[in-house]
């Protein structure tokens, strides 16, 4: 069974930069995982913000960044916004059409 | 602009079943595979189904295989989760989310959801 790895909570100060990560259990994440990343705020659908490792979505700022860090996936948020405040989420790709999520970070700006 | 909307979800017993619907627009529906993902009242979210574009291939988390089948009518632009023996576990948003068109993507477009809630 794969089980992915985010850290549960995060905190910056406005203007600042966090990176979360999206590790695996057992194993290193690489771009074969099509790492992919999505931003949640309470009570809203989740909304895509990078696919493909490092692809942003259509009219995603460029705050925000994926990339591969040793062996995770990793998102980047420079210039923290307040309203960057939300639960962020990486999925992996597992083969046979199938994918897993990470149990999500969240972030807090303040 | 690209749309997809959900409906069908509510309230069922145990054991009892429900069929989700998921109307799409602003895109060429029969391209992309198209997924199911649920998220429980206050936890992540998790993944729960995949069909390839035209309807040739099913994949499913194993948390509800056997249970649920998901399909689709490309003639109707509609993509569908009939959920059977439905469980107090399996209480949450369910929300259909575009794939990828002749790619590996999760994501290119959520739904708003529909909350389904299993209870006695």
């Known amino acids: 069974q794969t089980v992915v790895t985010q850290e549960p909570a995060f905190s910056v100060s406005p203007g600042g930069t966090v990176t979360l990560t999206c590790g695996l259990r057992?194993?290193?994440?690489?771009?074969?995982?099509?790492p992919t990343w999505f931003q949640q705020s309470p009570g809203q659908a989740p909304r895509t913000l990078i696919y493909?490792?490092?692809i942003r979505s259509s009219g995603v700022t460029d705050r925000f960044s994926g990339s591969i860090l040793g062996n995770k996936a990793a998102l980047t948020i420079t210039g923290a916004q307040a309203d960057d405040e939300s639960n962020y989420y990486c999925?992996?790709?597992?083969?046979?059409?199938?994918?897993?999520f990470g149990g999500g970070t969240k972030v807090t700006v303040l | 602009q690209v749309q997809l909307v959900e409906s069908g979800g509510g309230v069922v017993q145990p054991g009892r079943s429900l069929r989700l619907s998921c109307t799409a627009s602003?895109?060429?529906?029969?391209?992309?595979?198209m997924h199911w993902v649920r998220q429980a009242p206050g936890k992540g979210l998790e993944w729960v189904a995949v069909?390839?574009?035209?309807?040739?291939?099913?994949f499913y988390a194993d948390s509800v295989k056997g249970r649920f089948t998901i399909s689709r009518d490309n003639s109707k632009n509609t993509l569908y989760l009939q959920m059977s023996s439905l469980r107090v576990e399996d209480t949450a948003v369910y929300y259909c989310?575009?794939?990828?068109?002749?790619?590996?993507?999760?994501?290119?477009?959520w739904g708003q959801g529909t909350l389904v809630t299993v209870s006695s």
């Open positions: 069909i390839w574009y035209d309807g040739s291939d099913k």
């Open positions: 057992s194993g290193s994440v690489s771009s074969s995982d099509y």
């Open positions: 999925g992996l790709y597992v083969g046979r059409g199938l994918w897993v």
């Open positions: 989310v575009r794939g990828g068109y002749t790619s590996v993507r999760l994501g290119g477009a």
């Open positions: 602003g895109f060429n529906f029969v391209n992309y595979d």
């Open positions: 493909n490792t490092n």
